[in-house]
């Protein structure tokens, strides 16, 4: 259950990161036309937002709980959809980006603990090899499919299908806060 509940986290938080941040370049530069500089500073800044929290994400595991942590990922999946629908200025994609990217750290890397909690020491590298596996082919599926969807349906049913994963995402959080409640996670 805590590994399923953990690869669901990382692969389809990954997954759906990639999907949106596949597709947003191609809307920043060719349909709204902001232009080049402006989809550069949105894509830099999506790429601080997955990376800077790193340095505390362990920390706030450790401090709120790894629930706590997957839920604030998911909300911030959700606003971040919410903004990329809410208008085509500067401002939505810089947010809907930012927000993407804080989700995808926390969902990433607190599912990646889930998954490294359930193995032995000597199980590790398989157990993360199987959900890394699942990780790189949906991401692959996401980004390949992202370009095609863009194009023939454009932005907002782009987003939309993205509410998809959001809604396994969130029974997948779901099904682990009722296995938690019934038999704590321990820590790894």
């Given at each position: ?5 953990g ?13 949106l941040?596949?597709?947003t370049p ?8 902001p232009?080049?500089?402006a989809?550069?500073?949105?894509i ?12 505390f994400?362990?920390n706030?595991?450790?401090?709120f ?19 990329a629908?809410?208008g085509?200025?500067?401002f ?9 990217g ?10 990646s ?7 032995t ?8 090899g ?5 990780t ?15 194009s ?15 809604v396994?995402l ?11 409640r019934?038999s704590?996670?321990r820590?790894s």
């Open positions: 259950t805590v590994f399923v509940a690869m669901i986290c990382s692969a389809i938080g990954y997954a759906l990161m990639s999907y941040m596949t597709a191609l809307q920043v530069v060719n349909a709204t036309q232009g080049t500089t989809n550069a500073t949105i830099q800044w999506h790429v601080v937002a997955m990376f800077a929290p790193s340095f994400t362990g706030l595991i450790q401090r709980g790894i629930i706590k942590i997957l839920l604030v990922g998911l909300l911030a999946y959700i606003v971040a959809m919410v903004t629908l809410a085509d200025q500067f939505h994609y810089f947010m809907a980006l930012f927000l993407l804080v989700g995808w750290n926390f969902l990433y890397i607190g599912g603990t889930l998954v490294a909690s359930v193995a020491a000597e199980e590790r590298g398989r157990v993360q199987v959900a890394d596996l699942a790189t082919s949906l991401v692959a599926m996401a980004s390949l499919t992202a370009g095609g969807l863009h023939q349906f454009g932005w907002d049913v782009l987003i939309l299908t993205g509410c998809v994963p959001v396994i969130a029974c997948g959080l779901c099904w682990l806060g009722f296995y938690q019934h704590p996670l820590p």
